[in-house]
């Protein structure tokens, strides 16, 4: 399979900026997706990286390095709502998610 | 406002009996895809739908489980019989052509086998 690897949770503070990691297998790789998903609803999608570089939308920005199999989630201005579990999903022959990030903003 | 949705929301049923879920796509939308959800695995893809036929199957356990498009605006997934291992929750999601990875989740069904 394709490994998705990103870590299990991480907390912040509200007006902090954090940064989710993921890593995944590049072979057969044709671009990354990241998803939020609060607890008890369904995943909502956030943004799609193809190619190498950093892609910005409002508060959150999504990096990708196809040659290191890396990408990262940036959230800026944290807020208290941005609490939620964060999907990185590599593109293959169909998309393979990483297992989530469980992600904790407090006051 | 389009949106995915799935009936039902909830379902408890014993081991042995039979489970469907339905989704109805967005409309427009070809492709659509069944995911199970739970604690231990993440998401994972079961069934993989465009323009109605079966593209990826290969998640799901062919011995009980069974998903398909009767037509356009219905998709289903079939659990016969069902296990308690079976429980989690399971969504569907649909994309059109221009992403179509670019997925529209529906609400999901939660299911509890006991």
């Known amino acids: 399979g394709q490994n998705i690897d990103q870590p299990t949770e991480m907390t912040a503070t509200e007006g902090a900026i954090v940064q989710i990691n993921c890593t995944y297998q590049?072979?057969?790789?044709?671009?990354l997706f990241w998803y939020q998903q609060h607890a008890g609803e369904a995943p909502t999608f956030l943004s799609y990286n193809v190619l190498d570089g950093l892609e910005e939308k409002g508060r959150f920005s999504s990096f990708l390095s196809r040659s290191k199999g890396y990408s990262y989630l940036l959230l800026k201005e944290l807020q208290m709502k941005d609490s939620a579990s964060y999907l990185c999903?590599?593109?293959?022959?169909?998309?393979?998610f990483g297992k989530g990030t469980m992600l904790l903003v407090s006051p | 406002d389009a949106r995915v949705t799935q009936t039902p929301r909830h379902k408890v049923t014993e081991m042995g009996q039979e489970v469907t879920m339905r989704c109805q796509p967005i409309?427009?939308?070809?492709?659509v895809f069944w995911y199970r959800q739970t604690m231990m695995q993440g998401l994972e893809l079961l069934a993989y739908?465009?323009?109605?036929?079966?593209?990826?199957d290969s998640g799901m356990p062919k011995d009980r489980f069974s998903a398909e498009m009767p037509d356009a605006t219905l998709a289903t997934l079939k659990i016969q019989p069902s296990e308690p291992r079976d429980s989690a929750v399971y969504f569907c999601?649909?994309?059109?052509?221009?992403?179509?990875?670019?997925?529209?989740f529906g609400p999901g069904t939660r299911l509890t086998v006991t």
């Open positions: 409309l427009g939308h070809n492709t």
């Open positions: 739908f465009r323009n109605r036929a079966p593209l990826d």
């Open positions: 999601a649909s994309g059109g052509d221009r992403a179509a990875y670019e997925q529209y």
């Open positions: 590049t072979s057969g790789f044709n671009g």
């Open positions: 999903a590599g593109l293959y022959s169909t998309l393979t």
